[in-house]
């Protein structure tokens, strides 16, 4: 028997990733800038034994069902194939995610997958490695790989596509995101259906790629100056053009509800009345809000009299991805 355990944080993109190149490898159209977040996390428990028949696969105490578990054995499958070894096997994983969030946790859920399945077989990765890895069953659990600030090389074949921490001398613990929970429903296009959409048909990607080189400077610049609305304009434009790709796609579309656009539209009200903080958004409805910490109480405080108390969330910096010890109860 062979057992890991690990446990990965969500991130959110400031630069956006948006298109895939490579489908199959999942390589990216264009680099990416994320922030891992500490309130969002997966917990991930692997075991490999020889007595195993299939792979199974449990989500929060339950079973699931052939295709949920297909999800999970076509990454098995690419760790079996490329460290050559055939033992089926037992996954069990754990979303630490508030209720009713919306937030999609295959960032944190491969992340945690992948570094499972590196303890269990005791491989030798390091953390590019381990984030190549994870990019094969999520692009975005590659940057989950990190603490902090990180980035997303595209590359152009799997061995050069991989996440890296980007250093920031601890800035990033002095900023906080607050997400607004406009909608908890499923979306009407997939992240992966969207992407396909807009790369394959959109008239304006070609001017959204165009932008990311000069937006990663500019947001990699402010993290090292440390400047807080250089980061926040950069990664609230960002947000935006990527949005305005689904608009020219064939046929068009849009991920904003009415309520998005008015908690975009508060933000930008508080910021006239010099609160510094800015939105981005990913594919889907809820409004994530990048403040500085020392100015979390008074965005709060200013948003409660348009908004509910329990569609907030406060998240800070999370850590990277940690290794734990597999629990006798977890195992045969």
Known sequence: MYAGKA???????????WGKKNEQLILPMNNSLSLTLDAFYTETSVIFDESFIED?????GTLQDAKQTAKVSKFLDLVRQQYKFSLFAKVESQNFVPTAAGLASSASGLAALAGACSAALELPLDETELSRLARRGSGSACRSIFGGFAEWQKGDSDQSSFAQAIPADGWENELAMLFVLV???????????????TVETSSFYSGWLETIDADLATAKQAIAKKDFNKLGEVTEANGLRMHGTTLGAVPPFTYWSPESLNVMQLVRAARKQ?????????????????????????????LADHLSEEKLITAYAGPG????????????
């Open 7 to 17: 446990r990965a944080y969500t991130n959110i993109a400031l630069i956006k990733y």
């Open 56 to 60: 199974s696969f449990s989500l929060d």
């Open 183 to 197: 909608d908890d429903g499923v979306k009407d296009i997939s992240s992966r259906d969207g992407m396909k959409r």
């Open 274 to 302: 010099g609160l510094a903080c800015y939105f981005t958004m990913d594919a889907g409805p809820n409004v994530k809000i990048l403040v500085e910490k020392k100015n979390l109480t008074a965005l709060k405080n200013f």
């Open 321 to 332: 991805i940690t290794l734990m010890p597999v629990e006798r109860s977890e195992e045969l």
